[in-house]
């Protein structure tokens, strides 16, 4: 359920109560470029552990949104490359990554190691076909120490402005490399069972489909939601403790913008 949480965080990203006013930036969708906000909401994913206990949890951002730097709960951007409606901007960004667990996060994970959230430095790239289709990039690496592997991926944002709501749709693809694999879904041979058993991956391929709809109530106040489906790669999905490999999240947010 915490990767969920970080998860969502970098999609449901909010701001101004201004229909229109929404843009994507260091593969975020933000649309309150030079204030603050505050945002709490309720996010529910389905199982991503066999027997896992739970589902639902509360999400919390806060931050500021600059022309050039963005400072939240799901991390730090700074765009040292380019302007906004510039075809090409470049950004290096500093966040939390990873699967914390323990035994007490789902039944198959009783007896097992904890794995610890990490923290990674990336890049991103972001190509603005137009101002409402953006493709963004990423490419970042664990700094913690934690899973010592990398990560990158794509994503296609498509803004479309339907009267006094902005919906976004998105399609992605991501990799993850093995040492990823291996530290949050692999089982070494002290963690094995008859119900668990050893497992060791190869680098993942993971698929996404999903939406952010904003709906601003005022000039502070708006109602976002969001909707993700990620078909996970099969060495992550192959492992004994994966509950599936088509994985859902939906959630729902109110942000305060000043």
Do not use: C
């Not at 592997?149 to 902005?166: C, E, K, P, S």
């Not at 089982?187 to 050893?198: D, I, L, S």
């Not at 680098?203 to 904003?214: D, H, R, T, W």
């Amino acid at each position: 359920m915490k990767k969920i949480l970080f998860t969502l965080a970098a999609l449901s990203t909010t701001g101004s109560a201004f229909a229109g006013d929404t843009y994507i930036r260091n593969g975020h969708v933000y649309n309150n470029e030079g204030g603050w906000m505050v945002e709490a909401g309720v996010v529910h994913g389905s199982d991503l552990f066999k027997d896992q206990k739970h589902n639902t949890a509360p999400l919390l951002n806060g931050g500021y949104h600059g022309d050039d730097f963005n400072a939240d709960l799901s991390g730090i951007n700074y765009r040292f490359l380019g302007n906004t409606n510039d075809v090409f901007n470049m950004s290096t960004y500093l966040t939390g990554s990873g699967v914390a667990r323990d035994g007490d996060t789902a039944g198959i994970l009783k007896g097992t190691d904890k794995r610890r959230f990490s923290v990674d430095m990336g890049l991103n790239a972001d190509f603005t076909i137009n101002k409402n289709n953006v493709i963004s990039t990423y490419v970042q690496h664990d700094i913690s120490g934690q899973y010592d592997g990398l990560q990158a991926g794509a994503t296609y944002f498509h803004i479309m402005n339907i009267g006094n709501v902005d919906l976004v749709p998105f399609a992605n693809v991501s990799y993850q490399s093995e040492e990823y694999v291996n530290h949050y879904f692999g089982v070494n041979q002290k963690e094995a069972t008859a119900q668990r058993k050893a497992y060791k991956a190869d680098s993942s391929v993971n698929y996404g489909l999903g939406y952010k709809l904003i709906m601003p109530i005022n000039d502070n106040w708006q109602v976002s939601q969001v909707t993700q489906y990620t078909r996970l790669g099969n060495d992550i999905s192959d492992s004994s403790i994966v509950d599936s490999a088509n994985q859902w999240l939906v959630g729902a947010t109110v942000a305060y913008s000043f």
